[in-house]
Nanobody
């Protein structure tokens, strides 16, 4: 069963950048990986996803600022976040899907990594 661990969250000023990592316990070659965030009191929001053929999708809230990428040799998916805004604050999670971003989510939520954007 695929297990994913998120890391890279931090406190950053508005306009700053962070790179999050999602590391898999198994080969990620066969999985699409999505990044989600959960703001306080809110539901999980999917903000980006990358398929096994590296087709990417982004929510309108992050398009043009965030970039998702994958390095299958390292079993890792990254989320590069630039021009961060206070509304990007939240706990960030990654989840897998079977090959494509249109497939149902696999597994369950991990511990996530906290991103706080504040001056």
């Amino acid at each position: 069963q695929l297990q994913l661990v998120e890391s890279g969250g931090d406190l950053v000023q508005p306009g700053g950048s962070l790179r999050l990592s999602c590391i898999g316990s198994a080969y990620l070659d066969y999985y699409a990986i999505g990044w989600f965030r959960q703001a306080p009191g809110m539901e999980h929001e999917e903000i980006s996803c990358i398929s096994i053929i590296s087709k990417t999708v982004y929510s309108d809230s992050v398009k043009g600022r965030f970039t998702i990428s994958r390095d299958n040799a390292k079993n890792t998916v990254y989320l590069q976040m630039n021009n961060l805004k206070p509304e990007d604050t939240g706990v960030y999670y990654c989840r897998g899907r079977d090959k494509y971003c249109s497939e149902p989510l696999l597994g369950s939520w991990g511990q996530g990594t906290q991103v706080t954007v504040s001056s």
